[in-house]
């Protein structure tokens, strides 16, 4: 089965320092990797997706099947960015089905 | 506000109680989602519809949980016989297919249990 690891529970980084949030995935097939974000008491929305391969809001993901990875980065975080983020993964031929990882908190500090 | 409407947010209940959630997803998506999130966990998949037809459904929903979508529009979540384990924020969301097929969730619903 499928399976999205994000080590980090909580990730704390200065306003203006480079940020790298982890995302391992476990899957035989060609999965579709997606990032989610949360801010605060607003819902779920979708970051951005590897197929797309764009930069939004400065953060960039690039899918490593080799390490079957998909970190997401952004070089100069800002304290807008403080969020709940979650990596997801969707099956090749699926109906979207989406597997969650558990998510990671970044907070960014002034 | 547009987007997935979901309702009520907010819902506690006695254990063993029915409880019924409600989700209106975005005019014209005929594809719609529930999913399960607990306390430091990410959303877990429960089922899915296109238009009317429940096409896939998660091991985690057991017979207690009945997800309907009679007329490819509005969808209900039903839990019978509550149990603690059930308390969870239940989030729906939607998807039109083709082009991006983005997927929006709603604000959920969060179900407590006592």
């Known amino acids: 089965a499928q399976r999205v690891t994000q080590p980090e529970k909580l990730l704390s980084v200065f306003k203006g320092a480079p940020v790298e949030l982890k995302c391992n995935y476990s899957?035989?097939?060609?999965?579709?990797l997606f990032w989610y974000v949360q801010y605060s008491r607003q819902r779920l929305q979708l970051l951005l997706r590897?197929?797309s391969r764009e930069s939004i809001k400065g953060f960039t993901a690039d899918l490593n099947k080799g390490e079957t990875s998909f970190h997401l980065k952004k070089p100069f975080a800002q304290e807008e960015d403080s969020a709940m983020y979650y990596c997801?993964?969707?099956?090749?031929?699926?109906?979207?089905?989406?597997?969650f990882g558990s998510g990671t908190q970044l907070t960014v500090l002034p | 506000d547009t987007g997935v409407s979901q309702n009520p947010r907010h819902k506690i209940t006695k254990r063993g109680q029915n409880v019924t959630f409600r989700c209106d997803p975005i005019?014209?998506?005929?594809?719609l989602y529930w999913y399960r999130q607990t306390l430091g966990q990410g959303p877990e998949f429960l089922t899915y519809?296109?238009?009317?037809?429940?096409?896939?459904k998660s091991r985690l929903l057991s017979d207690r949980f009945s997800a309907e979508r009679p007329k490819g529009s509005f969808s209900t979540l039903e839990i019978q016989r509550t149990e603690q384990g059930d308390s969870a924020m239940y989030l729906c969301?939607?998807?039109?297919?083709?082009?991006?097929?983005?997927?929006?969730f709603g604000e959920g619903s969060w179900l407590t249990v006592v």
């Open positions: 969301a939607s998807s039109f297919p083709g082009g991006r097929n983005t997927i929006y």
């Open positions: 899957y035989s097939g060609s999965p579709e």
């Open positions: 590897h197929i």
């Open positions: 997801a993964l969707s099956l090749s031929g699926s109906a979207r089905q989406l597997t």
């Open positions: 005019s014209e998506h005929n594809r």
């Open positions: 519809f296109q238009n009317e037809a429940q096409l896939e």
